[in-house]
């Protein structure tokens, strides 16, 4: 038993660090800075329509082959999306983003979804 206890809480560390790194929008821990070697600006071009339509149907497949993984999880595993989604959180001092708490909203929502399915 002691052993199954460490592992718990071995994991509980290495989840909250993972976790940690996901303070403000999605992981950014600070401006994205260029390498010294590449000071040149990159220029990224513009998303035609077709990109953006063919980035939303990717996004509803992932979501749907997510929802049917969530189907097949275990209890254990659902609880752990839900608190996942829990950590998504401004860093403290920093205003929420709606679109970090609109993103753990629908986490929860996967999870919801999945529920149809079980």
Do not use: C
């Not at 976790?19 to 992981?27: A, I, K, M, P, V």
């Not at 839900?82 to 986490?107: Q, V």
């Amino acid at each position: 038993m002691p052993r199954q206890h460490s592992d718990r809480s071995s994991q509980a560390i290495q989840r909250q660090q993972a976790l940690s790194r996901w303070d403000n929008e999605g992981g950014a821990e600070g401006p994205i800075v260029a390498p010294a070697a590449n000071k040149a600006q990159v220029s990224v071009p513009e998303m035609s329509n077709a990109d953006l339509v063919a980035l939303r149907v990717r996004v509803i497949a992932l979501e749907n082959l997510l929802i049917s993984l969530l189907a097949t999880a275990s209890n254990q595993q659902l609880e752990l999306a839900r608190e996942m989604a829990g950590y998504i959180s401004p860093r403290p001092g920093f205003t929420h983003h709606p679109l970090t708490i609109h993103a753990a909203a629908h986490m929860i929502d996967l999870v919801e979804r999945s529920s149809r399915f079980r």
